[in-house]
């Protein structure tokens, strides 16, 4: 991978000010897997040879009113390459060289607004895309890009002679031709959602009563579903409506997007403890999630029901901050958590193959800043 950005930006202290820029990537992505199914004579080799190569050029800018009042908005041009070179699967066959490219024009407007010297508002409007490609060994047609709008307004504020802050923001974005991977015969691939929507709002919130000891509690409520979305699932093969060109699909309206919990809370506390020669600081967080699915479909095998984790730390940093130190437990609990599940192809044996978080973990850091 190479990757290069350039920047330039106006005098921070003027009523308008820019940033402009412009950047490049590109891959080279070589893939040889080897995947062995018992029944078939010999494993099936997917390989893949895709070069992608990506530019931008984009700028942000702000206009001051007044020191209150100002109105910002970005623009970005985008294009993406991708170039199969070599993608083969030894019981599919060979795809001749094919390649895909797509550009997009995305923006940003908004305002904000200083109520008063401890509160700030503001809202915005967004576009956002995200380009297509190749799955690689997988011989399936490229997918394309991936577009969606954001609606977004929020507050800032600090409240009870600033020993309280709290942020506030709400959101409401539209998704069109969503990625999403699936399993399909050894190899993944990506396919297009028509469209999905996900809204919800967070707040986050520090309280310190003293000032020794602060205490951090933030929420989230999300709705994310598929607006349309009728496609075939491979570990089920025989299940699902028949369509007129006779494929068996799921009708996924309505269902969760993938990673996408509806209620998710952290609340940590933290207390400093003054040193001659530095200060020790106690801490502990506990992060909840609320049931979350890993696949389009919704299912129960591919799910992790409601779990939390509570998580311990005793830190020490010295005066001149050059020294610091820590001794930590994770997961104190002990708590078994999916971090994935993915269920594999009829091919294969539709199995659900579960990756799990770490369990508990106790360790120590020591980290030495010399400038």
Do not use: C
């Not at 006779?246 to 996408?260: S, V």
Request: glycine share 8%.
């Amino acid at each position: 991978q190479y990757y290069g950005e350039l920047l330039y930006t106006s005098e921070p202290d003027k009523p308008f000010t820019y940033i402009l820029g412009s950047n490049f990537f590109h891959e080279k992505l070589k893939q040889d897997i080897s995947v062995p199914i018992s029944l078939l004579p010999m494993p099936v080799d997917l390989g893949a040879r895709i070069n992608t190569t990506s530019y931008a050029f984009f700028g942000h800018a702000q206009y001051a009113f007044t020191p209150e009042a100002k109105i910002f908005a970005g623009l970005r041009y985008t294009h993406d390459k991708k170039v199969d070179l070599d993608d083969y699967n030894n019981y599919i066959g060979i795809l001749p060289r094919q390649s895909t490219s797509s550009s997009e024009i995305t923006y940003e407007v908004g305002t904000s607004y200083a109520f008063s010297p401890t509160l700030d508002g503001y809202v915005k409007y967004a576009t956002g895309y995200k380009g297509g490609g190749f799955s690689a060994g997988g011989l399936a047609p490229a997918f394309n890009p991936e577009k969606n709008s954001n609606l977004e307004a929020g507050l800032k504020g600090l409240f009870l002679n600033r020993a309280l802050q709290a942020n506030l923001a709400a959101f409401h974005m539209k998704y069109k031709d969503l990625q999403v991977n699936q399993i399909n015969g050894a190899s993944t691939q990506v396919v297009n959602a028509a469209k999905a929507t996900i809204y919800g709002f967070e707040v986050e919130t520090v309280i310190r009563p003293i000032e020794a000891l602060r205490f951090e509690v933030s929420g989230a409520y999300l709705h994310a579903t598929f607006d349309r979305f009728r496609t075939g699932d491979p570990a089920r093969p025989d299940l699902g409506t028949i369509d007129p060109d006779g494929p068996r699909r799921f009708d996924l309206d309505g269902n969760t997007l993938p990673q996408a919990p509806k209620f998710s809370v952290s609340a940590g506390g933290y207390y400093d403890v003054p040193l001659s020669s530095g200060k020790i600081t106690l801490g502990a967080r506990y992060d909840w999630k609320s049931k979350l699915y890993f696949s389009e479909f919704n299912i129960p095998v591919s799910s992790q029901a409601a779990a939390g984790k509570l998580n311990l730390s005793l830190n020490y940093e010295s005066a001149d901050r050059r020294v610091t130190a820590s001794l930590f437990a994770k997961n104190v609990t002990n708590k078994q958590v999916r971090s994935n599940v993915i269920v594999v192809s009829a091919l294969i044996g539709s199995l659900a193959l579960s990756q799990y978080q770490p369990p508990r973990q106790i360790g120590a850091s020591f980290g030495y800043h010399f400038l």
